[in-house]
């Protein structure tokens, strides 16, 4: 089965290859020809989000070219694929693009979702020994509608010992261009959520999405608290 | 007391909410007992998202053919001896309101709880003309007791309050004497708004539905205030927003059914009351003149665009009792009587942009309002079409981010620039890192690493890009 990684600005530009590497390698390891189309840049979602939908179609185009022969795209973020899945309503009044955009959303999943739902996996053979809690981001659960793959997943990795995370479900106060503009309230829901994370007595907080993970990860470094913070896609592939 | 509650800065407010911890835990618990229940009561409904179809196409359907329904309404209440007022502006709601009263030569006024009549400011009207107008509500009350605080949830409007806060009320206002204990502070108040009740000379309602089939107005209610207040004075007032309306008492089965869920986790709340029009020869009790006040202030407005299913609210507050940001910051912190995710899509809508411009943007787009919401109102993608109206429409948006976002996109579209800029960001980046974070970043980072540290920009053979490469020169 041919694949073609979609990265994301956040794991491309911010992060170290971890992220990247770790999604290429579970995928190989379950037969995937992974192909990583090198003009790929950002979702469009800092746009989006802010109002700027003339801009985000300019985006929006250019990935929707980047992976046009692509069988499967496959990316490691919640949020990100639920923003390719926004693509056809910005081409409402454009049936071509809007066509287009719908192939790209009908072949798109989130990492953990392509490998329960179209790979039908459910054990990756990983094993990690350490406490850990899961943060289940807002736009992967309630607008993808993923809730279920991750925590399969994690289920069957050797030697975790998974708490869930009380209040799984409230937002980490993330938001992209939000946790700049709206920096006291941001302060006080990442507050919130470290507090919670703490609760479960957890070394590793292992999240789906880059966006909450620099948030939380970001705060918890700031209070100097020994947890560590995991992408899923390193989780799954550690061995 | 109108829409907004106060000119201070939208800032300056949020700090305020932020620092008042009695009210944030009165807030949080609120929040999580009322969400609780509503969780168990729709449990017992069978399929929820059913429901949640079929309310919205309810509320679809009305909408579409709204004219038609509110004439229907305004026949049939005609047809039972009411008078029914359509008023395009809170001014001509207050006038024709202040007349009825006038005529009537009455000086107390008893209310039970109505959001509509807050949004045109009714009490301050009534009082301009020397009337004593009486919160029956329980927690209006306290809030007029107090000085008139605004209410901060729609709902439960003095959610903010904690009991002995509401005790000290008492005490300052009314000389209580008691404890703060619940049932003891409730009978305190039933006595006290007794008198009231049998000296009122008019009551003004609201209205949770109006029918169009019957001519009827629906008040769904908790504490039996409603009925006191269309019993026993002799002239009734119902004030209704105009999109409040169903077409037959079917629909509004089904609505109270998912408004009581919704609202307070209840399959029913204790008093669901049906009201036509003024009491008939031979009737007990009830109001000799009925009158109902059709306000749109707005609304008529928004039919039509691509913001007409705000109007489906129908007032349940489930979104304000999910939201994190009203959780932290509280009613108060919008300046308006209609607070969270339904306030900040409902207040520019009602008012405009240069008012609520920071409203749209207090929103993660966790979309947990939007998953609550029993009519199925796409609240968070309405948040994101405000921004998109005011960056778009309006040109409202500064000039910094505009040129932020065009730069994004631009770079975003075109990957040489995009490799370019992701290869140069981390060398600029490079002085303000500290142990591979960043944390006092240059212009706009510093925003972020005001509360919080920024990963090193990864570079060179630490990146995918490289890694990638290498791997398939045959590298590992
Ligand atoms: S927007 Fe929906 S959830 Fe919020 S108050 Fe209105 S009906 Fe209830």
Redesign the interface.
Known sequence: MKVSLF?T?L???????S???ST?EILERFGCEVD?P?????C?Q???????????K??A??MINVFKDAEYVVSPSGSCTTMLHEYPHLFEDDPEWKQKAEELKNKSFELTQFLVDVLNVKDVNAKLNAKATYHTS??MT??LGVTEAPMTLLKNVEGLQFTELPHK???C??????????????????N?KVQHIEDTDSEVLIGADLGCL??I???I??QGKPIKVMHIAEVLNSR | MAIKTGDENFFTRVDKGINNEFMRKAVATAQGRIDGRRRDSISSLGDWEEWRNHAEEIRQHTLENLDFYLEQLAENVEKRGGKIFFAETAEEANEYIKNVVSSKNAKKIIKSKSMVTEEISMNQALESIGCDVVESDLGEWILQLDDHDPPSHIVVPALHKNREQIRETFEDKRGYKKTSNPEEMALFAREQLRKDFLEAEVGITGCNFAVAESGSISLVTNEGNARMATTIPKTQITVMGMERIVPTWEELDVLVSMLARSAVGQKLTSYVTGLTGPKDEGDVDGPEEFHLVVVDNGRSKILGTQFQSALQCIRCAACINVCPVYRHIGGHSYGSIYPGPIGAVLNPLLGDYDEWKELPYASTLCSACTDVCPVKIPLHNLLIEHRRMMVEQEGKAPFAEKLAMKGYAFAASSPSIYNMGTKTAPSVMGPYSNNGFITNGPGPVKLWTDIRDLPELSKGKDKFRTWFENRDKGGN
């Open positions: 990265l600005c794991a491309d530009v911010v992060y170290p290859a992220v990247g590497k290429v990583f090198k003009k790929q840049t950002c469009g800092p746009a989006f989000n802010s109002g700027y939908h003339r801009e985000t300019d985006v185009k250019h807002c736009h309630r607008l479900e409230q937002c106060g993330f938001g992209g261009t939000f946790s700049v503009k709206m920096v006291p309230i941001s302060e006080q829901m990442v919130e620099m948030n990860g970001g705060r470094n700031r």
